[in-house]
Nanobody
Framework: QVQLVESGGGLVQAGGSLRLSCAAS????????MGWFRQAPGKERELVAT????????IYADSVKGRFTISRDNAKNTVSLQMNSLRPEDTAVYYC?????????????????WGLGTQVTVSS
C-alpha cells in the first residue's frame, strides 16, 4: 500500500510561485506513473499534470502549460509541481496521485493511490 503526502501549499499573491512536493512511502512507487490533480470549490477534480515512471514523458492541462512543471526524483520517492505565474483561478486543493502503471494518465480513474491534498490559495 502506497501512502502519499503532499506539502508546500499556502497563500500567495497573483504572479507568485509555489512548489508542491509529494512524498511516497510504503510501496514500490518508483515504477508508477504519477499525477497532480486539483479541485476548486464547486468544481470537479481536474488533471493538472502527469508524469511517467522515469520523468521522460509529461502531460499538462492547457490552463497550466508554460507556467507549471512536474518532475520526480525516484531516489527520494518524491514528485514535485513547480507553479509559476500563479493566478486566482489556480486556487484549489491540489492532490498527488499514483497509478500502478509506468505511463502517465490524464484520467483520475486510472489512479490507485491518492494523498489528502494541500490547499493553494492565490490572491488577486
Amino acid at each position: 500500500q502506497v501512502q502519499l503526502v503532499e506539502s508546500g501549499g499556502g497563500l500567495v499573491q497573483a504572479g507568485g510561485s509555489l512548489r508542491l512536493s509529494c512524498a511516497a512511502s510504503g510501496g514500490t512507487s518508483i515504477n508508477y506513473g504519477m499525477g497532480w490533480f486539483r479541485q476548486a470549490p464547486g468544481k470537479e477534480r481536474e488533471l493538472v499534470a502527469t508524469i511517467n515512471w522515469n520523468g521522460g514523458s509529461t502531460i499538462y492541462a492547457d490552463s497550466v502549460k508554460g507556467r507549471f512543471t512536474i518532475s520526480r526524483d525516484n531516489a527520494k520517492n518524491t514528485v514535485s509541481l513547480q507553479m509559476n505565474s500563479l493566478r486566482p483561478e489556480d486556487t484549489a486543493v491540489y492532490y498527488c496521485a499514483a497509478r500502478r502503471s509506468a505511463g502517465p494518465s490524464t484520467s483520475e480513474k486510472h489512479y490507485d493511490y491518492w494523498g489528502l491534498g494541500t490547499q493553494v490559495t492565490v490572491s488577486s
